[in-house]
């Protein structure tokens, strides 16, 4: 309910701000929009009458059952401003966005300094919604061309509600036009889904519905009552400069197939999709090891478990091996120095003695080492080195 509120306090801000109260069309009208956010009629008018609660206004009674009607307390005469104001705010409860914007205008143009505050946000108001709207008629349009009208439906009939004189973009008729398009789509694609699950393959006839409407939410939910298996049987092979991957196919008609290479790190690569069951990787790293491949069975809105190959198993970063050192020996003198001797090494002497600075004692400390007294370590200062040397993990003076 938090997200409601956050997007329709606004518009009941803007409300207030001109009547001073919350008046019954306005609160029917945000309480239909809070339900057309997804919140049932008992919480849309909870919320509602939360938010009217956070700006301390009134709310003034709907009518009743019966047809008696509230009627408000006697205003003061309205200043032009006012009335304009008014007006705009019906405009926007009956979608009419361009004459709620041409009503704002007139309004803005008083001189009255009054008018500032309430002119803004119901300006602001109506810029939102006219943004909206524009971004749900792309939507729609973008919907109606890949002939999805489910999701197309969903955009046009909030537009006919909201945005009834917003002109559509080119090649669309108005939104009310296009709805009943598009409900007709929707109606048909239903039926043939119907006819579909009592087909001998419902599968293929089921494909053949999506094939005309993409992603038809009712005809995607009835293919996945049906199994989609997996490819089996993945292997790979090298010929020439290119890796040969086959499998197995799928036992589910009318599928296609995605194939990744698993990286030595563990991620995937896509190679590409197919109809059949091999595919050849050109990028394949050359060696003598083969990588290893993941295939899945794609159907609309639909994937099988992956299916591997047998390959090299990943190697995570942190297991790689440090380089050994290129002496043959190691030799540790009395004052805890190691040094290599032998091959690569030898000819280089190790330091006779672990020359301590104030560095080392920071570093001794956090290790558990006892470091030299208190006196010697004031005679640091400036990080000069004292002579002294690690004999078995203690400090002592040379």
Request: aromatic residues 2%; hydrophobic residues 40%.
């Amino acid at each position: 309910m938090d997200d409601v509120k956050v997007r329709l306090r606004p518009r009941l801000r803007a409300a207030v701000l001109v009547e001073d109260r919350l008046v019954a069309d306005d609160h029917a009208h945000l309480v239909e929009e809070a339900r057309a956010l997804g919140l049932d009629r008992g919480r849309a008018g909870r919320a509602v009458a939360e938010m009217a609660a956070e700006l301390d206004v009134p709310v003034e009674p709907a009518p009743t059952a019966g047809g008696t009607q509230h009627h408000p307390p006697p205003q003061p005469p309205g200043r032009p401003w006012e009335d304009a104001l008014r007006a705009a705010r019906g405009a926007l409860r009956r979608g009419a966005l361009l004459e709620a914007r041409r009503l704002v205008a007139t309004a803005a143009a008083a001189t009255d300094p009054v008018a500032a505050t309430p002119v803004r946000a119901v300006a602001d108001e109506v810029e939102q919604l006219v943004r909206e709207a524009e971004l749900r008629w792309r939507a729609a349009a973008t919907a109606l061309a890949a002939r999805r009208f489910a999701e197309a439906a969903d955009h046009l009939e909030h537009l006919s509600r909201t945005a009834t004189d917003l002109p559509p973009p080119a090649g669309l008729g108005p939104a009310g036009a296009e709805l009943d398009r598009a409900r007709r789509e929707v109606a048909e694609a239903d039926a043939r889904v119907a006819g579909a699950r009592a087909e001998p393959d419902p599968v293929a006839a089921l494909l053949a519905v999506l094939d005309r409407w993409p992603q038809h939410p009712t005809a995607v939910g009835a293919l996945a009552e049906h199994p989609l298996h997996p490819p089996t049987e993945v292997r790979a092979t090298r010929s020439g400069g290119v890796v040969v991957v086959a499998w197995q196919p799928s036992a589910t008609p009318g599928v296609t197939y995605r194939v990744s290479r698993i990286e030595p790190d563990g991620t995937t690569r896509v190679v590409g999709r197919t109809g059949e069951p091999r595919i050849e990787d050109g990028g394949a790293p050359a060696g003598p090891d083969l990588p290893g491949y993941a295939v899945v069975a794609v159907q609309p809105g639909r994937r099988s478990e992956e299916a591997r190959s047998s390959g090299p198993a990943p190697v995570p970063a942190s297991a790689a091996t440090p380089a050994a050192p290129t002496g043959t020996g190691r030799r540790t003198d009395r004052c805890g120095a190691r040094g290599w001797s032998g091959g690569a090494g030898r000819g280089r002497r190790p330091p006779r003695r672990a020359r301590l600075g104030r560095g080392h004692l920071a570093g001794a400390r956090r290790s558990g080492v006892q470091g030299p007294p208190a006196a010697t370590r004031r005679r640091l200062a400036g990080g000069r080195p004292h002579p002294g040397v690690l004999d078995r993990g203690r400090w002592r003076p040379r």
